[in-house]
């Protein structure tokens, strides 16, 4: 009888471990592969792919016709995600909640239960796209933030666990509300989907004109089968099992993830330029920021090197701008201080 697959979620360490260095390789040729159906992108998915690994929120921020919705559904299409398991909607301030967690079933509440039918909302995805995510009202808002912070939603007053792992998000612009600071804090890295015609004018005519000859005879050669969900998954598993994990150096000391990946003279630098952004620049890191961009260094480090964090990885840090001036003023700032002017 054939050995019973292993779930991601119960996988152990050196499993994982044998499989690491083939999961690395087929994560790459995706986010490699799927750049080459855009035009000057590259830096997006790749931030996409180090976001889907850490199972970290990703904000998609530009004008319209920027490619940011292009972005996320090639990358579903690529990753073999099925309808079930993916959800996307465009918020405004008037979408109600059963739009997104589903409505009440009418039945069981004759019967006093508030239950929502949840299939094919929000709460049954593992991957999700909310565009114009600033855009929804308060109910909304927390509806959502619980779904982030705490991967569940109630249903007749009891939590009940989400699937969702990756979450990307889009808008046109920033807000400056109070009231949205929260849902901002979550996602740790915000990118900028820039115009590329000024620059790329030709080489985007091409493009687009193929993209709409693919789309209009219903083809996708982007899904090539590199990678599938699964494996973004379970390369989750296998670093978060690394961050966990304390070993001894031999001299009855214990040494952790930070010992084992992040140089000394990197971390140092690391801690340098958040001082320098927090008070030059007035960039806002919370505490909880701050760990959550840790772990999307040693991704990056991981995906891009295989494993310990360098000088490079530290080009993250361009995108904490929470303000679309502080974005823009980030993306030239971070490679100063890095030296590479």
């Known amino acids: 009888m054939a050995k019973a697959q292993t779930k991601v979620e119960d996988a152990n360490l050196p499993d994982l471990q044998a499989e690491a260095e083939n999961l690395r ?10 750049g080459r159906f855009f035009v000057q992108k590259q830096d997006i998915i790749d931030l996409m792919v180090v976001a889907a690994v850490a199972q970290e929120p990703l904000l998609l921020v530009g004008d319209p016709g920027t490619a940011k919705s292009d972005l ?9 995600v099925s309808d079930q398991d993916y959800f996307e909607y465009m918020l405004t301030r008037f979408t109600e909640p059963s739009e997104i967690i589903g409505a009440i079933d009418i039945a069981k509440l004759r019967d006093g239960a508030y239950i929502r039918r949840k299939q094919g909302k929000l709460p049954t995805a593992r991957i999700a796209f909310l565009d114009e995510i600033f855009k929804s009202n308060s109910a909304i808002l927390n509806i959502l933030l619980t779904i982030i912070n705490e991967k569940k939603f109630y249903q007749d007053g009891a939590p009940e666990a989400v699937p969702l792992r990756i979450l990307f998000a889009a808008t046109n612009e920033l807000p400056e509300q109070g009231e949205l600071a929260a849902l901002k804090d979550r996602f740790v890295l915000k990118v900028m989907s820039q115009s590329v015609s000024d620059a790329h004018f030709q080489e985007l005519i091409d493009s687009g004109l193929q993209n709409e000859a693919h789309r209009n005879l219903n083809q996708k050669p982007w899904i090539e089968g590199h990678c599938t969900l699964d494996d973004f998954l379970k390369a989750n598993r296998y670093l978060t099992l690394l961050f966990s994990r304390r070993q001894g150096d031999g001299r009855g000391e214990e040494q952790n993830d930070r010992h084992l990946f992040f140089p000394d003279v990197v971390f140092r630098e690391f801690q340098r330029l958040v001082k320098t952004l927090v008070r030059d620049d007035g960039i806002f890191i ?7 961009l840790y772990k999307l260094l040693r991704v990056r480090a991981w995906l891009l090197s295989g494993g310990t964090v360098s000088m490079d990885d530290l080009r993250l840090l361009a995108y904490l701008g929470e303000t679309m001036q502080q974005i823009e003023h980030l993306q030239h700032k971070v490679p100063d201080l890095l030296g590479d002017a």
């Open 286 to 292: 919370s505490d909880r920021k701050l760990v959550k």
């Open 25 to 34: 390789r087929k994560i790459n040729r995706f986010r490699t592969s799927l």
């Open 72 to 80: 996320v559904l090639k990358f579903k299409d690529a990753l073999g």
